[in-house]
């Protein structure tokens, strides 16, 4: 059974001359204890399709289940036991923490907000919590700007471990990070994974970060999936020539690099208000045909494309 289900997921946001389709039909599944990869370039829709997974944004269409319940428009107070389950940690460390309440005030704030009284008082479950994430519990009445980038990540991680999620969705959880704390912060949510049997939704435009950490990977395209899969089958042996281009980006990805070299997209990529008919990549793709501007491949066999590689 999937922890996590979510059928024809739609975001469009009205704009001036038209509507945004930012998320434009996505269905996919998380099992318990699973970690899915959200990966595109900026603006593929990635962090609205998060958003609205926590219930921060409302869909504008299709569904979102979660263990067996359609939360796709509940309320506040409907969600809020599920708000226990269902958590979010953001890209932006500085920016997500409160600067002017403490470590242990922030930590604890899912716990008093929602009326929960762990055993033995809600400043030892902080402090295992400050210890869980590798940080010092002594340091529960420090502010953020005492902690160093990597260590405020921790704090964003503790306080969405705090309600005891099943699933998190990490939104780029890493790129704010230098590069050697990026390894530092993604060992540690393996273990918590790992630890606790999390689930995560890990959104992130690094192909490099995902291979280390995610089970499966969806790879998005103007606000609509073209290839999800194993991981391995997406890295070895990927199918859409979307998927081959972010790859070939990536330094040693060896088969792809000794055959093709550098994959070098051409143009921009189409803006979500006036996506191009038919194949949506078409108008970057080196292998488009005259089908790709009339018809939209489905997600077949996990790969929207109407020439996906390796077929005969
Ligand atoms: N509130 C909004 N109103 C109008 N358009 C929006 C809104 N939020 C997002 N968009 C647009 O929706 C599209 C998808 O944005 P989104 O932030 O989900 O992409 P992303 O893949 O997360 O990109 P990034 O990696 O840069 O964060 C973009 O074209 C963006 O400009």
């Not at 970690?35 to 921060?56: D, H, I, N, Q």
């Not at 969405?160 to 998190?168: H, V």
């Not at 999390?198 to 999936?225: E, K, N, S, T």
Request: proline share 7%; charged share 25%.
């Amino acid at each position: 059974m999937s922890l996590l289900a979510v059928e024809g997921l739609t975001k469009h946001f009205p704009a001036r001359g038209g509507v945004v389709r930012a998320v434009d039909g996505l269905d996919f599944t998380v099992r318990a204890g699973e970690t899915l990869g959200l990966v595109g370039e900026s603006g593929c829709g990635k962090t609205t399709t998060g958003r609205m997974l926590v219930r921060l944004l409302e869909p504008t269409g299709g569904r979102i289940v979660f263990e067996d319940r359609d939360i796709t428009h509940l309320g506040g107070r409907a969600m809020r036991p599920l708000r226990q389950e269902l958590q979010i940690i953001f890209q932006d460390p500085y920016a997500s923490l409160n600067p002017r309440h403490t470590v242990g005030r922030i930590v604890a704030m899912p716990l008093t907000v929602n009326g929960i009284r762990p055993p033995g008082g809600v400043k030892k479950r902080v402090q295992e919590l400050l210890e869980l994430v590798g940080l010092n519990p002594e340091h529960y009445n420090r502010y953020p700007h005492e902690f160093s980038g990597g260590q405020r990540q921790r704090v964003g991680i503790a306080r969405a471990l705090a309600l005891r999620p099943k699933l998190i969705v990490a939104d780029e959880p890493v790129s704010a990070l230098d590069v050697s704390i990026q390894a530092q912060v993604i060992n540690l949510l393996r273990q918590l994974q790992r630890d606790l049997g999390l689930a995560f939704v890990f959104i992130a435009h690094d192909l490099a970060v995902v291979r280390h950490f995610c089970q499966r990977v969806a790879v998005m395209y103007l606000g609509r999936i073209v290839e999800i899969g194993e991981r391995d089958e997406i890295y070895e042996r990927p199918r859409h020539p979307y998927t081959r281009a972010l790859l070939s980006a990536i330094p040693n990805v060896a088969k792809l690099g000794e055959s093709e070299g550098r994959i070098r997209l051409s143009g921009d990529v189409p803006t979500p208000m006036n996506p191009p008919s038919g194949c949506r990549f078409r108008t970057r793709c080196w292998k488009a045909q005259d089908v790709c501007a009339t018809e939209e491949p489905p997600l077949t066999g996990g790969v929207a494309c109407h020439f996906p590689e390796g077929a005969s």
